[in-house]
């Protein structure tokens, strides 16, 4: 079946340096979401990208999704202790199969002030 | 305020003992589904709700029951459950189908089957 593929798993930084996890998908994904889940809670919708090439910003955040649609990355410039948390990606599943939505299994960010 | 809202949040339970763990979202969402957390496995969808008396299978249905009798409404329940569903459950709703649209998750239901 589809599987999104996140990496890093985990990542360790210095408050101040920057981070970025990328998603992977073995499908052609119709579109892309990113979600953050703070330590102790759920999980929070950031953003969702839908064409090709596309990138977005949010702030210190910016999201890019793949020319070919199957790849996309979130990238934080100048971590802050406010960035701690698991990223994850999702992408629904082709649309034949209607509307299971598939998560990689997450970026955790750790910050060291 | 809009939410989505679980209970119970924390249930320690002992294999075989019928549970169910409530869903409910006051935001006329139309899709709801429910997410198992485990650690290196991100979240895999369990079930999922397309309207009322519209249900259909996810990545890991088996052990699992759910029903959408009320639109606001999506009980998961485990018949019987075993030490191997003990994990993080989240209930998620979005306006209509998964894709294109932002999921809105409750605030997690911690169970522990021993």
């Known amino acids: 079946g589809q599987q999104v593929m996140q990496i890093p798993q985990y990542q360790h930084v210095q408050e101040g340096e920057d981070f970025t996890t990328y998603c992977n998908s073995s499908?052609?994904?119709?579109?892309i979401q990113w979600y953050k889940q703070r330590p102790g809670g759920h999980p929070v919708f950031l953003i969702q990208?839908?064409?090709?090439?596309e990138v977005k910003k949010q702030k210190r955040l910016t999201f890019q999704f793949g020319e070919a649609k199957k790849n996309s990355s979130l990238h934080i410039t100048a971590t802050q202790t406010t960035d701690v948390g698991t990223y994850f990606c999702?992408?629904?599943?082709?649309?034949?199969?209607?509307?299971?939505?598939?998560f990689g299994a997450g970026t955790i960010l750790r910050v060291k002030s | 305020e809009a939410q989505v809202t679980q209970n119970p949040r924390y249930l320690i339970t002992v294999t075989g003992k019928k549970l169910t763990v409530t869903c409910s979202q006051n935001?006329?969402?139309?899709?709801m589904s429910w997410y198992r957390q485990d650690p290196g496995l991100g979240l895999r969808q369990i079930y999922y709700?397309?309207?009322?008396?519209?249900?259909d299978k996810g990545d890991v249905p088996e052990g699992y029951k759910v029903s959408r009798k009320e639109k606001r409404n999506f009980p998961l329940i485990l018949e019987s459950p075993s030490p191997n569903q003990t994990s993080l459950y989240f209930c998620?709703?979005?306006?209509?189908?998964?894709?294109?649209?932002?999921?809105?998750f409750g605030p997690g239901t911690r169970l522990t089957v021993l």
């Open positions: 998620a709703s979005s306006l209509r189908t998964a894709s294109y649209n932002e999921q809105f």
């Open positions: 499908t052609t994904l119709s579109n």
């Open positions: 990208l839908v064409k090709s090439g």
């Open positions: 999702a992408g629904p599943t082709a649309p034949l199969y209607g509307n299971k939505l598939v």
């Open positions: 935001m006329n969402h139309e899709y």
């Open positions: 709700s397309m309207n009322v008396e519209v249900t």
